[in-house]
């Protein structure tokens, strides 16, 4: 997974970058913001029970980053409002 194109935080401008989480026994990343912690919910590997879907480690990572730039990109708008 590439991160290098993650765009800067939507709050304070800070590097963003990919975290790897451990909850519960289950492996999970979000991208954060290395100056103010802002953050992307976490998105969990393993199986969702809701719709029995697989995630694997590079399904829950291009989420997480997808996540960041859509909400990046809302954000610039909504400040140009």
Same mark, same amino acid.
């Given at each position: 997974?590439?991160? #290098?194109?993650?765009?800067?935080?939507?709050?304070?401008?800070?590097?963003?970058?990919?975290?790897?989480?451990?909850?519960?026994?289950?492996?999970?990343?979000?991208?954060t913001?290395?100056?103010?912690?802002?953050?992307?919910?976490?998105?969990?590997?393993?199986?969702?029970?809701?719709n #029995?879907?697989?995630?694997?480690?590079?399904?829950?990572?291009?989420?997480?980053?997808?996540?960041?730039?859509?909400r990046?990109?809302?954000?610039?708008?909504?400040?140009?409002?």
């Amino acid at each position: 997974m590439k991160t #290098n194109k993650l765009f800067s935080c939507p709050f304070c401008g800070g590097q963003a970058e990919l975290k790897q989480v451990n909850v519960y026994g289950r492996c999970g990343y979000r991208v954060t913001c290395t100056k103010c912690h802002c953050s992307t919910n976490l998105i969990a590997t393993g199986i969702n029970i809701l719709n #029995n879907e697989e995630i694997t480690t590079e399904v829950a990572q291009n989420r997480a980053v997808s996540l960041w730039q859509k909400r990046t990109k809302q954000s610039i708008i909504q400040k140009r409002c």
